[in-house]
């Protein structure tokens, strides 16, 4: 009687965990059985003729509008897109192909593509996707107003620079092109530095002489040619037209200020209140023909640490680059002498 007992319960037991085996069977998303990736975009996307493109979760994110005067992310001050991360993105639109997961709406929670959860990629004119989770090298996907999911080739959540499972909205900062001032090394002939004391930095070109005492500008027959002006490779910083300096400091200054990269923009149009761009320290450099262009300095952005505030005069973005960028500018006349 025991045994029998201990049978029913055993039985019992088996047809309910083949009762929940079968109901979770139905709840889970279920593999396309016809094998295959199946190209998710049609013809071609170029940066020259699309008109924008829109990243965003929920009601956060922001858009990149293509432009007469380029690509600019329309809801940042207008700032100027970064086309290389503009055309990769479009490349692997392109190239994407996906295999299908599900057609089912009620699990579209398990792959992260709930309309709650999920990212919303939108090229104008060709594609509305959902990007859900990663999987492996790929992610998740779906078309807007479909429950269809396929697993692609190719993780877009690395393009939006996400690694981490905790999907934040993506940083706008990473879509800018983060070249705030940019100037040819070699066309400068004279770098003005304003901050605790006015600094000036001639470079100029060094006469050799020849056996016979007659000047000559180096050796033509060996030197690459030169633009009329520039001082080439032969020359020395004369600090504040009183004494040469360094050459290795002087240059120095030369490679910080020809390219500077910032963190990201602030503003536009105005210098935000407790800025220090109303009275800024500046460096302004002059190049061959004599005009001029000028950087303003200001102090340490609260938000941001490690950032100043920094703007070209004349220009209207206001940005944040880093703070070393200005200590390196910034020396006495003392720290520039030869050593």
Not at 57 to 72: I, M, P, Y
Request: charged fraction near 25%.
């Amino acid at each position: 009687m025991g045994n029998n007992r201990n049978l029913i319960i055993m039985l019992v037991v088996v047809v309910g965990l083949a009762a929940l085996y079968m109901l979770s069977s139905q709840r889970r998303p279920t593999l396309d059985q016809s094998g295959g990736f199946v190209d998710l975009v049609e013809g071609t996307l170029s940066s020259d003729e699309i008109e924008s493109i829109s990243i965003r979760r929920g009601d956060e994110g922001f858009k990149l509008a293509n432009t007469d005067a380029g690509w600019v992310i329309e809801d940042h001050f207008q700032a100027p897109g970064n086309l290389n991360k503009i055309r990769t993105l479009l490349g692997n639109l392109e190239a994407v192909s996906g295999e299908i997961r599900s057609d089912d709406a009620d699990v579209l929670g398990s792959y992260a593509l709930a309309d709650s959860q999920a990212y919303r990629l939108q090229v104008a004119g060709h594609l509305d996707l959902l990007i859900g989770k990663r999987s492996g090298s790929g992610c998740f996907v779906r078309k807007a107003g479909s429950n269809r999911v396929y697993v692609t080739d190719h993780n877009f959540l690395s393009d939006f620079g996400l690694w981490g499972d905790d999907r934040p909205v993506p940083e706008v900062s990473s879509w800018v092109d983060l070249l705030a001032f940019e100037v040819l090394r070699d066309d400068i002939t004279r770098i003005r530095i304003e901050g605790e004391e006015t600094v000036l930095l001639d470079r100029e070109l060094i006469i050799e002489e020849t056996a016979g005492d007659e000047a000559v500008e180096g050796d033509a027959s060996t030197a690459p040619p030169v633009a009329a002006g520039s001082p080439g490779n032969n020359y020395e910083w004369r600090i504040n037209e009183d004494f040469v300096g360094s050459r290795s400091r002087g240059d120095a200054i030369l490679s910080a200020l020809v390219s500077i990269r910032a963190r990201d923009v602030l503003a536009r149009d105005e210098n935000p209140e407790g800025s220090g761009l109303d009275s800024p320290d500046r460096v302004t450099v002059t190049i061959e023909g004599g005009s001029e262009l000028t950087m303003l300095f200001g102090g340490a952005v609260a938000e941001m640490s490690g950032q100043v505030w920094f703007r070209v005069e004349g220009e209207e973005l206001v940005w944040a680059v880093p703070e070393f960028v200005k200590n390196n500018l910034f020396k006495s006349a003392d720290e520039l002498r030869a050593e």
